[in-house]
């Protein structure tokens, strides 16, 4: 019972994750689309990826539901995100798009997020 339990949840997951994929698709033609933002400014595929991160992770911080990720350090988030791809974090949310980004793009979403706060980024 418990095996089919979590093959339901990986299988859920998975699902999830082929969402976020393609609404990270959908993100990026955006932002090529309508230039003038800045994540297209920047034009870096760490820019992208943390674009998306923002609908659901306040800019500013103030998230209470959800955390915030300003402030995180680079490996901070990188360890987070490994976490939440193998379940050691519950989240099946953040487990599927943990699932949906290679080990470069998260490296890259965390460096760009680390660089802007270390600038004095202020959303």
């Not at 997951?13 to 033609?29: D, F, H, P, T, Y």
């Not at 994540?39 to 870096?44: F, L, N, Q, T």
């Not at 487990?95 to 460096?111: I, K, P, Q, Y």
Request: with cysteine; net charge neutral; hydrophobic share 50%.
């Amino acid at each position: 019972m418990q095996l089919v339990r979590k093959a339901a949840t990986v299988s859920r997951a998975k699902g999830l994750a082929a969402e976020i994929r393609w609404l990270l698709g959908v993100s990026l033609s955006a932002i090529l689309l309508f230039p003038g933002n800045s994540a297209a400014e920047d034009g870096s595929q760490g820019a992208q990826i943390a674009a998306t991160c923002a609908s659901c992770h306040d800019p500013a911080g103030r998230g209470q539901a959800i955390p915030p990720i300003v402030g995180m350090d680079e490996q901070g988030i990188v360890k987070a995100m490994l976490a939440f791809r193998a379940s050691e974090s519950p989240s099946l949310v953040m487990h599927a798009v943990a699932l949906s980004l290679t080990d470069g793009e998260l490296a890259a979403m965390a460096r760009y997020l680390t660089g802007k706060a270390n600038a004095g980024w202020q959303p």
